[in-house]
């Protein structure tokens, strides 16, 4: 859908999508059977051409979907995140058919949906999993798991051993031997620090106001 439109027919001003901005929208379902209708209506010439055409049983000019909604994202997480993936959900958190996903730009991705979309979850590759550290303004801490890998609050290492802090190198023996100390494995290997370090993927909702 809308494949070919030019990009002034979908957004007329600039100032509509602002830079690092997301805007919702619902699909004018009688505008696209005017787009299509007119993109068909080429060879027409009489009415009864426009009756013969009317009386096939599945029709490419006519608009299948009665419910589609949408955005439209400006952002450089676009660009910087090529494989990004997306998913929508209706009112009652039921995940709707995603119908195109496009980047119109290198800053700019549309996503259609069959539904009416409540909430959009954007999100890297669930196998796009690593280590990684937590961040409360400029100071990095790492908050750990339990033995049975639930996060816990007052389980963390507040200091982070580096090897070069401003390249952010870290010394991974001693972080190691830190979060031994602190969850009191009795055999600390490889697999014990893994459950520790690893990350899932990032994911940032927006919900349709």
Not at 4 to 26: A, K, T
Not at 70 to 92: A, H, I, K, M, T
Not at 126 to 151: A, C, M, Q, S, W
Request: charged fraction near 25%; hydrophobic fraction near 40%; include cysteine.
């Amino acid at each position: 859908m809308f494949k070919g439109v030019p990009f002034g027919y979908l957004v007329p001003d600039e100032r509509m999508l602002p830079i690092e901005s997301i805007r919702f929208f619902w699909v004018d379902r009688y505008w696209v059977e005017c787009l299509l209708d007119g993109a068909f209506s080429i060879g027409r010439v009489t009415t009864s051409d426009h009756q013969r055409d009317s009386q096939y049983p599945t029709s490419p000019a006519e608009n299948p979907h009665q419910t589609v909604t949408g955005f439209l994202l400006r952002s450089e997480v676009v660009s910087g995140w090529p494989g990004l993936q997306v998913d929508g959900y209706d009112g009652n958190s039921q995940k709707l058919t995603l119908l195109r996903m496009d980047r119109l730009s290198a800053n700019v991705l549309i996503c259609l949906f069959e539904g009416e979309v409540a909430d959009v979850d954007i999100h890297q590759k669930p196998e796009t999993i690593h280590f990684g550290l937590d961040k409360n303004g400029g100071n990095f801490y790492k908050k750990l798991r339990n033995k049975d890998g639930e996060l816990q609050d007052n389980l963390k290492i507040d200091a982070i051993p580096w090897k070069d802090k401003n390249k952010r190198v870290v010394n991974i023996d001693q972080l190691a031997e830190d979060i031994k100390n602190v969850i009191s494995f009795e055999n600390f290997a490889s697999a014990q620090f893994a459950l520790e370090a690893i990350e899932g993927v990032q994911m940032v909702k927006f919900r349709k106001e």
